[in-house]
């Protein structure tokens, strides 16, 4: 069963796919990604990335999968967990060359392998991994379900997903400051650092887009995953899902 959300594009203009318009923008803004991450959400993504690995706490995962692993944000805040192994894909070259130096500069490059890899049809083996850990990146698969059936494959028995993924806040007054701020201040400041017009107008839309909460789940539920749940974050900005095979 597909996923009936809306598609959006970075480029509306372009006659690529999705899948190539993603991989085009992250490597366009790719050295100005990190800064405006931590500088747009005022450093909080940084406890969000926290909250999000401690939900595997109780699991121990030994082998970590980061999907759409972008500069290696999360795979970094995954060692925490002391895992055996914890691997890194993306899409975008340039995204996974910024990651690696990151991983030099703080003497983790033996800890997280980085390498390139598409989130709908990932370059591991069937049930290899204890947990895979997505942040920011399932709104951003061509196809959401043939991304999460994927991740589903690669888990082994009982292991579990954990997604990060902006949500929309629903309770007055801040639906409407987070609308103001999400569809005003960040593109404009986004368009100004990263000096692509269009990476920081698709990032409201899609998220505008995207199921999240009970309709997420049902996703989840859809590519077989069992024992789903959703905890918000930052009242409503942000969503953790879990997920068991």
């Known amino acids: 069963m597909d996923s009936l959300h809306k598609e959006v594009l970075p480029y509306e203009n372009s006659d690529l796919g999705k899948k190539k318009q993603v991989a085009l923008m992250f490597n366009k803004i790719a050295k100005h990604y990190d800064f405006l991450n931590h500088f747009l959400s005022l450093g909080i993504d940084n406890i969000w990335r926290r909250k999000t690995i401690n939900k595997l706490k109780p699991f121990q995962p030994k082998t970590i ?3 759409a692993t972008g500069t290696g944000d999360l795979a970094i805040a995954a060692l925490k967990l002391n895992p055996d192994k914890i691997v890194g894909v993306d899409i975008s070259e340039e995204m996974l060359a ?11 490059s033996d800890r997280i392998e980085l390498k390139k890899g598409d989130g709908e049809e990932l370059p591991v083996e069937d049930g290899s991994f204890d947990a895979v850990t997505v942040a920011f990146g399932v709104r951003n698969f061509e196809n959401l379900q043939k991304g999460l059936k994927d991740i589903y494959r690669v888990l082994n028995q009982n292991g579990r997903v954990v997604i990060l993924e902006f949500s929309k806040p629903t309770a007055f007054p801040l639906k409407q400051i987070y609308n103001f701020y999400f569809l005003n201040v960040l593109p404009t400041i986004g368009k100004l650092v990263s000096k692509d017009n ?7 839309e899609s998220v505008r887009q995207f199921p999240f909460g009970n309709d997420f789940i049902k996703e989840l539920k ?4 069992k024992n789903c749940s959703c905890q ?3 009242f409503g900005i942000c969503s953790i899902y879990l997920g068991e095979k």
């Open 98 to 108: 910024v990651g690696k130096q990151k991983m030099i500069k703080k003497g983790l």
């Open 232 to 234: 918000t974050l930052t």
């Open 65 to 67: 999968l980061d999907v």
């Open 198 to 204: 269009k990476a920081y107008a698709y990032l409201p």
């Open 222 to 225: 859809n590519a077989g995953f």
